[in-house]
């Protein structure tokens, strides 16, 4: 199993900015999917998830409205847009997966607990 985190980098607040992850070695379309993002010193906290479908979505409150995820089944890839960032995004962004075939919208998993697969991380740093 692999997940490759990409995109990263630095950006002014305001900007926007997108992210990758390509993933192998495992059947991607039944896998919910996530981002979380982890600053020094802190836990790793939540940032977006998606189902296998691409159908229901959650996103922490911190960046609802602002940050966009996608996934791409044919592709294996999940994505991130991150619109109107803010100085406190700054974090290593890294995205997650979790086998979960059926479709839940009242349970989507939220706790970096509950995955079992991470990437390397992308390192994204916002100036003000």
């Known amino acids: 199993v692999q997940l490759q985190a990409s995109g990263g980098g630095s950006v002014q607040a305001g900007d926007s900015l997108a992210l990758s992850c390509v993933t192998s070695g495992f059947a991607f379309s039944n896998y919910q999917m996530a981002w979380f993002r982890q600053v020094p010193e802190k836990e790793r906290e939540f940032v977006a998830t998606i189902n296998w479908s691409g159908k229901f979505l959650r996103y922490s409150d911190s960046v609802k409205d602002r940050f966009t995820i996608s996934r791409d089944n044919a592709k294996k890839m999940v994505f991130l847009k991150m619109d109107s960032v803010k100085a406190e995004d700054t974090a290593v962004y890294y995205c997650?997966?979790?086998?979960?075939?059926?479709?839940?919208?009242?349970?989507?998993?939220?706790?970096?607990?509950?995955?079992?697969?991470w990437g390397q991380g992308t390192q994204v740093t916002v100036s003000s």
């Open positions: 997650a997966a979790e086998y979960l075939p059926y479709s839940d919208p009242d349970h989507l998993l939220t706790d970096r607990y509950d995955y079992d697969y």
